[in-house]
């Protein structure tokens, strides 16, 4: 977690998310977290998440209304989509679409272009196919409500991508689902621990003169037991 938190420190958001979940599957190749579906690393990060810092996910957000401060506080299980995920095709005015599922490959190749560019960039990464009454069409040259149709239909199958959860601003009433970057929390969460770690090193290892690598190898319950006698 600690090689994690450094590697990820430069890291631009989608490279980060798949440093995580390197951390999540160590089973799987770099080629091969970069190929699973948002979906599907954010269920998995959500997994790892439950895994390494228990199920209760607690935080705050400023009303969109109001912007007062609001603590949340839910359970990870709250964000876990079930369900039969929508179709990856599409038939719409003679037009027929096969899809697949944006993965964290196709966020970097959007990253780089023009922000106002990137949906219909991705959209056309992800078409597999596009034929209008049955004779092959360019995916570059889509109908625009069509390319929104198609965005609408992966959105659909893959439901996990877009994790939100509801929120009552106590202060104006306002009530919205608040969309839940799995990401951005979890990095936030792991650069508290690894600070935190990092200052139980440095407090055992002047104490005792242990080196790092030791002090890590201690069980937690070993490591708080050493400290609290220390501040004792
Ligand atoms: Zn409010």
Not at 8 to 19: A, E, H, K, M, V
Not at 159 to 174: I, V
Not at 216 to 227: D, K, P, V
Request: charged share 25%.
């Amino acid at each position: 977690m600690l090689g994690a938190w450094e590697r990820g420190g430069g890291q631009n958001p989608i490279d980060r998310g798949l440093t995580l979940l390197a951390l999540a599957c160590p089973e799987l190749s770099a080629d091969e977290l970069a190929a699973l579906s948002i979906g599907e690393r954010d269920r998995r990060l959500l997994a790892l998440r439950e895994t390494v810092f228990g199920p209760r996910m607690t935080g705050v957000v400023a009303c969109t209304r109001c912007a007062e401060p609001l603590e949340f506080d839910f359970d990870a299980a709250d964000l876990r989509v079930t369900g039969t995920p929508g179709p990856l095709a599409l038939r719409v005015d003679g037009y027929e679409l096969e899809l697949r599922l944006p993965d964290s490959r196709d966020l970097l190749a959007c990253a780089a272009t023009v922000p106002a560019d990137a949906p219909a960039a991705l959209m056309q990464r992800c078409v597999l196919s596009a034929r209008i009454d049955g004779v092959a069409a360019n995916a570059a040259s889509l109908p625009p409500e069509l390319v929104q149709e198609a965005a609408q239909c992966l959105a659909q199958a893959d439901p996990q991508a877009d994790m939100r959860f509801a929120l009552q601003c106590a202060s104006c009433g306002h009530s919205w689902k608040a969309p839940f970057d799995i990401v951005r929390f979890l990095w936030a969460e792991l650069e508290v621990w690894a600070v935190r770690m990092l200052q139980d090193v440095h407090a055992l290892a002047g104490a005792y003169g242990w080196a790092e690598r030791d002090i890590l190898a201690l069980g937690s319950t070993r490591r708080r037991h050493y400290l609290r006698m220390l501040n004792a």
